[in-house]
């Protein structure tokens, strides 16, 4: 999928909400329910495994993204919804030319580098186990650089991204 493809799916859906998800609604039992787990879609795996080659390779990606646009049209056809889709495990097997790695769960921000590779932790939304604030944290992608700051939920409300960010936008 092309970064092309990837923007008009994310602006098919945008705008959508979950009508029944409010904190209010959610606090009591309101009957049975069921939400689909997915796991390992490895991007790149498929072309690694088939080539025999799995510490190298996965620099082809087509096959998963079959198989994950499948299985997004398939859950969006069920009637009823489920309540949510989580998916977990391995999002990615290998990627060709790969700079940096987001993650989060650690509840607070931190990283290194590891042979030119970045580790970036985000804190959290939620509950801050360390000094962060709640916050979220926007990147920025190039053909030459990942550029990327966390900022707190009340500064990107008010002030928006910052200037060189969005002029990094522009180049494109």
């Known amino acids: ?9 994310f602006h098919r859906a945008r705008g959508r909400t979950l009508d029944s998800f409010s904190s209010e609604k959610e ?54 919804k489920p309540k949510f889709f989580v998916l977990c495990g391995d999002l990615v097997h290998a990627m060709p030319g790969i700079k940096a790695v987001f993650s989060g769960h650690y509840h607070r921000n931190a990283g290194g580098t590891y042979r030119n ?32 700051r966390y900022y707190s939920l009340d500064e990107l409300s008010e002030k928006g991204i910052e200037d060189d960010l969005m002029d990094l936008l522009k180049e494109n």
């Open 1 to 9: 999928m092309s970064a092309a493809e990837a923007g008009g799916v």
């Open 27 to 80: 606090r009591e039992w309101k009957g049975p329910f069921y939400f689909i787990q997915g796991a390992d879609p490895q991007f790149g795996l498929m072309k690694a495994w088939a080539t025999g080659d799995c510490d190298n390779g996965g620099d082809e990606w087509e096959q998963e993204i079959r198989l994950a646009e499948q299985a997004v049209q398939a859950i969006n056809k069920l009637n009823p």
């Open 117 to 148: 590779l970045d580790m970036v932790v985000s804190s959290a939304i939620g509950c801050q186990l360390g000094k962060d604030t709640h916050g979220v944290r926007v990147v920025v992608v190039t053909a030459e650089k990942i550029v990327h």
